[in-house]
């Protein structure tokens, strides 16, 4: 399908084409922040001070709701952090330590501590429109016939938090469409059933050729397929508004392509990260421990500005993975995860090429 | 003098130019590390982790200072900061804390302590031919007569950490030249007599009203310039090879018309700075309290980035005042220095702005 847009285009849709859709009205998505858990939290915890994180798409609401927040009590404090979020896994444990209550929105808790209130934000966008045009994508059923429900086609179902409130629908729509839906909860590192994260791909693996992905993007499907290469995993992106299946090649490609070009560097760096929840502390430790020429490098966002300073040939990524294969291209050296790292360095063969992935909390 | 490159200039040399001064010969610095005392240090706290933390210009070195430690010990685990950094009131804490010996290299110490090493990492670029030129702009001096000591034309003298060094011999070279040479050390925010912050210009405060600046760049006297309006500050930059008189007049318009913009803002963000020493906790909490249109946020580096994903209207930073004033046009909203907010609030009257300073440590 063509990537340029088509004044006459019938019943193509680009990726992102909202019109027609009846999805471009609800553009304008409203949140439930759970101002009342939180005030309850204040109040039980006789909080002076209470900090308030969300993640990057969200930073813009937070004085509303430090507004809401303050029309609700009386003498406390609201801080915002402005430090760069992107999960449950990077907390701002500086502005945690000077505050009370900490309240994190946008993600599902990755560790229950007394302190922290997660608010995680449901999306309020409708995934069944997608997923009725991904029954394509998904194996055949039989509906002609009377089969026996033994006989249906297994699927597997995963989300991402954001979608997670209408798992339970999602989950009950494709059994009345006649699918055998698998799923499991994964690790420690997931709250829900069915929940995958862009490390952590541990629901999925489930008793079924094809998974069904409900969610925005391609990194977590990219992610998925890569982490379970027999399986057959269909994209239904209910932000986009798109169909898509998962395709591993390029971005195979791509990682190769790094690690080719980091297999003549004379120096790395090992980068540990200080975030709370993205810190592979052995990791790290034990490539600068096994090699010369490697530079134990500690920092909490891990940004191609900041790397720009070291001389290194290569850098090997031993914090959040998407760092390094989504980011990874803007980077002026290459990046390389711990996995890659091996390769690169002759430890292990080509093709033991795999995702980088997170298990556990902290 | 004309801004553009000419190729057939003759005693005009553009600012940064080091053609025919023997200066060019001195790009390649070497800078001492003091690796003796890093070691004695190490050994005497028997530490088995020891951190590095540079500033952005000389983080390139960081592998090879760790490799020649690593020579140099045995069974010792080196940590090299990836933080940016930009003074030595911006140590890595976080850093410092995993670690059993922390050395900062490349600023003089602010607040001594028992776990920090300061490397203060001198130049050895030669200031004096730079200073010989300066002496166009400093007051004449009666070299025909033999007028009593008394007599003597009085100028001040501040360089940077960088230059410290020579100071002493800078202060003897003024003498000989016939002038009363007026130092003094400022406030504790200052390790040396004569030591100028981008921050804290207390050394200035002298009994002259010419004060010589040697250093690099214009912020430094600029920033003395504002904070002693009474005098005439000269500067001698060695880094640059360049002599001018710092001029004041496009930065008060500059400011003032960040103060204008930020007129109009219904909201405010105020940001207040996690790094050690760039914290004024008391100062931002009193202007989000007495202004309910105003917002606490917190984060370590002060970014246009970071403050891009938050909407208010205008910010002002309680942090590095460098922020403020010297990247200031970087950021897509007005960003005021603490006094300029009191201006465009109204607290204050038009006629007070000046320069951001900070005393004292941590």
Redesign the interface.
């Known amino acids: 399908m063509s990537q340029d847009a088509r004044g006459d285009a019938g019943t193509d849709k680009r990726p992102g084409d909202l019109r027609r859709t009846g999805m471009s009205l609800k553009s304008d998505r409203e949140w439930d922040y759970e101002l009342d858990r939180i005030i309850d939290a204040i109040e039980e915890r006789d909080a002076a001070t209470v ?1 308030l994180q969300f993640p ?2 969200l ?2 609401r ?2 509303k709701v ?1 507004d809401d927040l ?1 029309q609700l009590t009386d003498g406390v ?8 979020c992107y999960g449950a896994c990077d907390l ?1 444990t ?2 945690m330590r ?1 505050t009370d209550v900490f309240v994190h929105f946008g993600h599902s808790p990755m560790k229950e501590s007394d302190k922290i209130i997660y608010v995680p934000l449901f999306s309020n966008v409708d995934p069944f429109p997608i997923m009725e045009e991904a029954l394509e994508e998904l194996p055949d059923v039989d509906t002609a016939g009377d089969s026996d429900v033994d006989d249906r086609p297994a699927v597997g179902l995963v989300t991402t938090a954001q979608h997670m409130n209408k798992f339970g629908e999602m989950h009950e729509w494709l059994e009345e469409r006649g699918y055998a839906v698998e799923t499991r909860r994964g690790d420690e590192r997931l709250t829900h059933e069915g929940q995958v994260l862009g490390c952590n791909y541990a629901s999925a693996d489930v008793d079924a050729e094809t998974v069904l992905y409900v969610g925005g993007g391609k990194f977590h499907p990219l992610g998925l397929a890569m982490e379970h290469p027999d399986k057959h995993v269909v994209i239904a992106d209910p932000v986009n508004n798109v169909v898509d299946v998962a395709d591993t090649e390029k971005f195979i490609k791509q990682r190769y392509g790094a690690v080719h070009r980091a297999m003549d560097a004379d ?1 790395w ?1 090992v ?2 990260c ?1 975030k709370i929840g993205q810190g592979r502390w052995e990791m790290a ?1 034990e490539i ?1 421990e096994n090699n ?1 020429n490697a ?8 940004t191609p500005d ?2 720009r ?4 040939d290569a850098y090997v990524n031993t914090g959040c993975p998407r760092i390094t294969t989504d980011d990874g291209p803007q980077f002026h050296k290459p990046m390389l995860t711990p996995g890659e790292y091996e390769i690169a360095v002759g430890n292990e063969p080509l093709d033991s090429l795999e995702f980088d992935t997170f298990h556990g909390t902290w």
Chains 1, 2 share one sequence.
């Not at 530079?295 to 891990?302: K, V, W």
């Not at 300073?309 to 290194?312: A, K, S």
């Open positions: 900090g990057e798409g930073k813009r937070a004085p430090a303050r404090r609201f801080l915002i952090s402005g430090q760069p701002d500086e502005l000077r120096s760096g980068l540990y200080t430790t600068v010369e530079y134990l490098i500690t920092m909490d966002e891990i900041r790397l300073n070291f001389g290194c």
